[in-house]
């Protein structure tokens, strides 16, 4: 992996582990992509070079949680 794959996956990463501490705080309807860039301390801009919606993050954190979950059988 090269350094700015590294440095996307890294970010992609801080974003997923924001929607998940917001969604133990809220539901997902009211989160904004302003709190998650806080949370995630990420630019909005970063956010949409990642994503084109919350509803995408939210994808990708529901694959990476399943991933998960399946390697720890």
Do not use: G, Q
């Not at 904004?32 to 970063?46: D, F, G, M, P, Q």
Request: charged share 30%; glycine share 0%; aromatic share 14%.
């Amino acid at each position: 992996m090269n350094k700015s794959e590294s440095k996307y996956f890294n970010t992609a990463k801080k974003m997923d582990k924001a929607l998940i501490s917001l969604l133990e705080e809220k539901a997902f309807e009211y989160i904004t992509v302003s709190e998650i860039c806080k949370k995630a301390n990420v630019n909005r801009s970063t956010f949409y070079l990642h994503y084109d919606s919350v509803y995408d993050l939210l994808e990708e954190t529901i694959e990476n949680l399943n991933k998960e979950f399946l390697k720890s059988f």
